[in-house]
């Protein structure tokens, strides 16, 4: 009989529940990125970094941004990228 593997995505929180994502700098605990339309309409006119930023700093509290403020770029990308995937959603590309 085979068996699944289990995948980080097998062990997220409830809806509702914050997410930990583990980075270089500490773990991370924050909110599913699951953006209303009207936040994303009314920052569209930003470049994709502004964006992710702007949503960084909605979504985040200042214990997590503190975190995220220490990481490298590819740490940052690597959050990013997790934070969006375990979410469910994205921005596009």
């Known amino acids: 009989m085979a068996t699944s593997k289990k995948t980080h995505k097998d062990h997220l929180p ?3 529940e ?3 994502i583990e980075t270089a700098a ?3 605990s924050i909110p599913r990125f699951k ?3 009207g936040l994303i309409r009314k920052n569209r006119h930003l470049s994709e970094m ?3 930023f ?3 700093e909605h979504f985040a ?3 997590a941004l503190s975190v995220i403020d220490e990481l490298g770029p590819e740490d ?3 959050f990013f990228k997790q934070w969006q995937e375990l979410s469910g959603a994205n921005l596009g590309e």
């Open 61 to 63: 509290d200042d214990e």
């Open 18 to 20: 914050n997410l930990v």
């Open 50 to 52: 502004d964006l992710m």
């Open 35 to 37: 953006p209303k339309a």
């Open 14 to 16: 409830a809806d509702g």
């Open 54 to 56: 702007t949503m960084l």
């Open 76 to 78: 940052l990308a690597d």
């Open 26 to 28: 500490g773990d991370v």
